[in-house]
């Protein structure tokens, strides 16, 4: 019995991971949402379904949501160019060390190519938040929709604290 657990394990765990895959992609092009009800809940969706991965530390997962020349602007950090570049500073700065929580979202249709979404986050230290508090800061994603699939272009994280100040 021992013999079909693993490969069974596999399976679902595949099957878990294409199904929140696919839930992100199945986030309409701009040129079918509706209104802008149905574009809060694209962007909502495709933001869970990326900092899913993120908290997660599903690499593979997070690096399909951006475009290979991804740029990214951090308020503390500086800029870091390209997706490779962007994962491997997430497995080396967040991955067990770093959780981000969601606290506002708004969405914003960007005609002919995607949508902007900004909003404010909240990073955890797991283990460690009555020592290292809980931060927060503001964030803006440029979503393209292209062939088929929506991915991140363009970030900006700024304004970074601590929450409640």
Known sequence: MRAYGLPLFGAVLCAVLFVSFAE???VPPLDKIQ????LDRAGAALDAALFDSYNKCDLDRFASFFVDDAEFYHD???VTLGKTTLTDSVKKNICGKVTRELVSLKVFPMKGYGMLETGVHRF????HEDTEGVGEGQFIH???FKDGAWKVTRVISYDHHAAGK
């Open 76 to 78: 503390q950090g500086g």
């Open 142 to 144: 440029l979503w393209q």
């Open 124 to 127: 955890h230290h797991p283990g």
């Open 24 to 26: 992100a992609q199945s």
């Open 35 to 38: 209104n802008q009800a149905e």
